[in-house]
């Protein structure tokens, strides 16, 4: 009778049965620990006046009332909404909610992410699946992220939008309101009362709008007054303006007569199509050379800049020169 050697290097049913019982471990801890929220919640439900009350005593506070509110022009309007710092005030404070923003895979360049609110007492969910590319805006073009910590900085950054717009949709709409006419009182009565207050309250505002370039001659140029003569009301202008240039909803140029900032991605979208090659016309022809079809990575990099807002589809359709399939593709986003 023959007899076979045992491979010491064979891998046994233990070994391979190994990673699974441990992804089985994993998603049973997640399953317990998500039934252990729901049961508080029934068992603990909100109490909706005291949350109301803990919401509008927290938009009493200067510091939340300042950053509470973002606004940015749109059609010749300004379009103004809650801050992500006032949809984490809302959840916290209305209670029995689990939000959050996690990334679901990272793999070619990009990170699916999901943001997600979740109320648990009525088993109301709001998701946002999207997907993040490992690019940034540069001079002449698109950097690739390698750092994980400018992956992480661009996944939070775009992740808190949806975040936002995932806690406002559970978050009843009346609260939403009341919070918001709460940080407008907030507001005003911080601005001053005597005008030594209010000219201290200016001086400090113009402080942090140098931050992003603006001076105070073209904040005297935006109300054609001086800043002593800025009314309350405009103060509270400011303060949206600064939290929605700090947000990344606006740029300094949609509010101020100043230059366009040199770091812009839509500058820099600009210089990619001037800088590309085109047939050289003699000094003394008058005729434009043709507009050549742009190239698939400057396409890609269209399509991320409209996506992420900082540029329109039709500002992209009016000054590029597409195909038919890029039109469609431009068209569906």
Not at 168 to 180: H, K, M, R, T, Y
Not at 276 to 297: F, G, L, N
Not at 300 to 310: C, F, H, K, Q, R
Request: proline fraction near 4%; include cysteine; hydrophobic fraction near 35%.
């Amino acid at each position: 009778m023959s007899q076979t050697v045992k491979n010491p290097f064979q891998q046994t049913a233990v070994s391979e049965a190994l990673p699974n019982t441990m992804t089985e471990v994993k998603s049973q801890r997640e399953a317990s620990e998500i039934q252990a929220m729901v049961v508080m919640a029934k068992q603990f439900p909100r109490n909706q006046i005291q949350a109301a009350d803990r919401i509008l005593n927290a938009c009493t506070r200067q510091t939340l009332a300042d950053s509470a509110v973002y606004s940015y022009p749109r059609g010749g309007q300004n379009v103004e909404g809650p801050s992500i710092r006032l949809a984490e005030v809302l959840a916290q404070n209305w209670g029995n909610l689990d939000f959050g923003i996690r990334e679901l895979s990272q793999e070619n360049g990009v990170s699916t992410v999901e943001a997600y609110a979740w109320d648990l007492e009525t088993n109301v969910r709001q998701a946002k699946v999207f997907q993040v590319a490992h690019k940034r805006m540069a001079k002449g073009g698109t950097k690739t992220l390698t750092d994980p910590r400018d992956i992480y900085e661009m996944v939070a950054n775009q992740g808190s939008r949806r975040l936002r717009a995932c806690i406002l949709s559970i978050i009843p709409g009346d609260i939403v309101e009341a919070a918001l006419s709460q940080c407008s009182i907030t507001q005003a009565a911080s601005v001053g009362a005597t005008p030594e207050e209010i000219k201290e309250t200016i001086r400090k505002l113009t402080a942090t709008m140098e931050k992003f370039g603006i001076t105070a001659e073209n904040i005297q140029d935006r109300y054609q007054c001086r800043l002593e003569a800025i009314r309350p009301a405009q103060i509270v202008e400011l303060r949206k303006i600064y939290t929605s240039l700090k947000d990344g909803m606006s740029k300094p140029s949609d509010w101020f007569a100043i230059q366009e900032v040199k770091k812009s991605s839509a500058q820099d979208l600009n210089a990619m199509v001037e800088a590309q090659p085109v047939k050289k016309a003699e000094p003394e022809s008058v005729e434009e050379a043709p507009k050549e079809t742009i190239s698939d990575e400057l396409f890609e990099t269209l399509v991320y800049a409209i996506s992420t807002g900082e540029k329109e589809v039709s500002e992209v359709l009016e000054n590029y020169n597409l195909t038919d399939e890029q039109k469609a593709e431009i068209n569906a986003l």
